[in-house]
């Protein structure tokens, strides 16, 4: 069935250092690749997200890769701060399923 | 004017018990989820609705009943409660189905505790 996977399950660096997120898909078919944030004791609320037909999305400090040959996508996150503290979820979703599959999460802790 | 809204927050019940969460959005969205979130914050989708309709069942136990009153109202309604039910549970919304590619809204949750 689909599958995501997700490495690292746990991230530390330090303040100001990047951080590289990383997510495997098994469905050919899938075609849309969000990434949510959930902060401790919060709701996962989305933070960037990319489609099959584009390769690369930038909002200021996250960006997001997709290489579609490899099924693989990633999550970047440049000059981290504390508050980027939380745990990372990336998913995805086919136009012939009606569900987002999750990876597992990443827990990424910033320190100052 | 909070978009997504659950209640209760938190739930600690004994085995055996039957309880209910409820989950309201404001948003005009088309589509309800209900998502259960372990202990190790692995996020499973349970049951989607659209416009008052079943569209995925995941294998769920049928103790677990979704009930959809109308398109902004998604309930559930837990039979015979087991250790294994113990999880946060979030309720989410998006404007149409998932296979379009649309952002899901969360609500904040519901956290169940079964002893």
């Known amino acids: 069935g689909e599958n995501v996977e997700q490495h690292p399950s746990t991230l530390s660096v330090q303040e100001g250092d990047s951080a590289v997120i990383k997510c495997t898909y098994s469905?050919?078919?899938?075609?849309?690749f969000p990434w949510y944030k959930q902060e401790l004791g919060k709701r996962p609320q989305l933070i960037i997200d990319?489609?099959?037909?584009?390769g690369e999305k930038k909002d200021q400090r996250i960006a997001v890769t997709l290489n579609k040959t490899a099924k693989h996508f990633s999550l970047h996150i440049t000059e981290t701060q504390p508050e980027d503290s939380a745990v990372y979820f990336c998913?995805?979703?086919?136009?012939?399923?009606?569900?987002?599959?999750f990876g597992t999460g990443t827990r990424l802790q910033v320190f100052p | 004017d909070t978009a997504v809204s659950q209640t209760p927050k938190y739930l600690v019940t004994q085995m055996g018990n039957d309880k209910s969460i409820k989950c309201e959005q404001n948003?005009?969205?088309?589509?309800m989820y209900w998502y259960k979130q372990d202990s190790k914050k692995f996020l499973k989708i349970m049951f989607s609705?659209?416009?008052?309709?079943?569209?995925i069942n995941e294998t769920v136990p049928n103790r677990f009943s979704p009930k959809s009153p109308d398109k902004a109202h998604l309930n559930l309604h837990i039979n015979s409660l087991e250790l294994g039910d113990s999880a946060v549970y979030f309720c989410?919304?998006?404007?149409?189905?998932?296979?379009?590619?649309?952002?899901?809204?969360f609500g904040p949750g519901t956290r169940l505790t079964v002893t």
């Open positions: 469905d050919s078919a899938s075609n849309y």
């Open positions: 609705y659209n416009n008052k309709e079943l569209i």
């Open positions: 990319i489609r099959s037909n584009v």
């Open positions: 989410a919304s998006s404007p149409g189905l998932a296979r379009a590619g649309l952002e899901q809204y």
């Open positions: 998913a995805s979703s086919s136009y012939n399923t009606d569900k987002l599959i």
């Open positions: 948003l005009g969205h088309d589509t």
